[in-house]
């Protein structure tokens, strides 16, 4: 009963500024890595940012020196700082995560529902 919400997506002017959030609740026990992904009208969802446990980032060539992953362990939360905004950015972004109760030999993978962001002038 592990569940992602993400926040935070609206309409930005190009070269503005976007924080997304996403915060899991449930009976968790761990969660290793967490993601964002999107997914832009006609094309097919796309990994944009990942961060570990550990803090280790990767990030696609496309946002990467423009957005930040960045995660608390304690609160169960992840986040995606955007800047720079361009309107190929637009597109639905998911948090997902795989995780891990208390009663779990192995991880599974959880979706929120997604948040829209718009970048247009």
């Known amino acids: 009963q592990v569940q992602l919400v993400e926040s935070g997506g609206g309409l930005v002017q190009p070269g503005g500024s976007l924080r997304l959030s996403c915060a899991a609740s449930?009976?968790?026990?761990?969660?290793?890595?967490m993601r964002w992904y999107r997914q832009a009208p006609g094309k097919q969802r796309e990994l944009v940012a990942s961060?570990?446990?550990?803090?280790?980032?990767n990030y696609a060539v496309s946002v990467q020196s423009r957005f930040t992953i960045s995660r608390d362990n304690a609160q169960n939360t992840v986040n995606l700082q955007m800047t720079s905004l361009k309107p190929e950015d637009t597109a639905v972004y998911y948090c997902?995560?795989?995780?891990?109760?208390?009663?779990?030999?192995?991880?599974?993978?959880?979706w929120g529902q997604g948040t829209p962001v718009t970048v247009s002038s």
């Open positions: 997902n995560a795989e995780v891990r109760d208390w009663t779990s030999t192995y991880y599974f993978q959880r």
């Open positions: 961060i570990a446990s550990d803090g280790s980032t």
């Open positions: 449930g009976r968790i026990r761990s969660i290793a890595a």
